[in-house]
């Protein structure tokens, strides 16, 4: 287990328009080949949080798919993000995990966000993701699923956590910005492990305002980074793999944790 550098990418997103933001993307990432393991980009990136369907969805392997799979190898890092999909007529909040020789997963969202409609549009995901990198194995998870510990929860078994870092790509609202802070904070504690929310900033096509607060937790749930609020940034944070070991050695209340299934 190496350390991971993780950039994350807090970015103003222009309403429903792709190709720009895209491009937009691609000036933010210029340069940047080596500097990092992963780069994070806000949910639908390409789109902002948009129910239109009709009009913004893409196919599995579209645009948005393709511009990630020629950004990771482009990057050598692994790049991801969501993008509004259309899969067999079904619409998923598609959360792509990119690695640089074009080989890739899938998450797709599992809390829908009602108080936004997005459950009147889309299909809830069924299985949770956890990918392997650099020694590290990761959760990625979509912006309303901070709200449910238990879909997050990590597991303790035959001396193994089945995760080491929690990372939630979101379009967050300033508003609620107090629960964002909190809700990452403790995901971290509980789950003995990083936590990370990357979030964008900016006015969207609904009035809705985002601050960014993009945060970086330790295991013990101390803030390790978090870019100036309302403002673009890449921000690369280094995360300990020792530091992660050494507390979980020293205070593993994995070993009392309840064992429990989501059916």
Same mark, same amino acid.
């Given at each position: ?83 509004? /999909? ?17 080989? #890739? ?15 009147? #549009? ?16 990761? /959760? ?27 990372? #939630? ?55 390790? /980074? ?20 050494? #507390? ?16």
């Amino acid at each position: 287990m190496q350390d991971l550098r993780v950039n994350l990418i807090q970015s103003d997103l222009v309403w429903e328009q792709p190709e720009h933001n895209l491009r937009n993307f691609d000036v933010k990432l210029s340069g940047l080949r080596g500097q990092q393991d992963i780069v994070a980009l806000p949910e639908m990136f390409n789109t902002g949080f948009t129910m239109n369907g009709t009009a913004n969805s893409e196919a599995p392997d579209g645009k948005a798919f393709q511009w990630m799979k020629a950004k990771a190898k482009e990057l050598d890092c692994v790049v991801t993000g969501t993008f509004l /999909c259309k899969d067999q007529d079904q619409l998923f909040n598609r959360l792509v995990w990119m690695r640089p020789d074009g080989s #890739y997963e899938t998450y797709n969202k599992r809390h829908l966000f009602r108080f936004g409609n997005e459950h009147l #549009y889309f299909v809830p995901g069924a299985l949770k993701l956890i990918v392997e990198i650099k020694g590290w194995r990761v /959760c990625p998870l979509i912006c309303y699923d901070l709200r449910f510990p238990v879909w997050a929860k990590n597991t303790f078994e035959d001396g193994r956590f089945e995760y080491d870092l929690l990372l #939630y790509i979101a379009n967050w609202p300033e508003r609620r910005k107090h629960h964002w802070r909190a809700l990452l904070q403790a995901r971290a504690i509980e789950n003995l492990s990083y936590s990370i929310g990357i979030n964008r900033i900016g006015t969207d096509g609904i009035g809705t305002a985002h601050s960014g607060n993009s945060l970086v937790y330790s295991p013990k749930g101390e803030l390790m /980074c978090e870019p100036q609020e309302h403002a673009e940034s890449n921000t690369i944070v280094t995360l300990s793999a020792n530091e992660l070991m050494d #507390y979980r050695q020293k205070f593993n209340v994995g070993l009392d944790w309840d064992k429990f299934s989501i059916l």
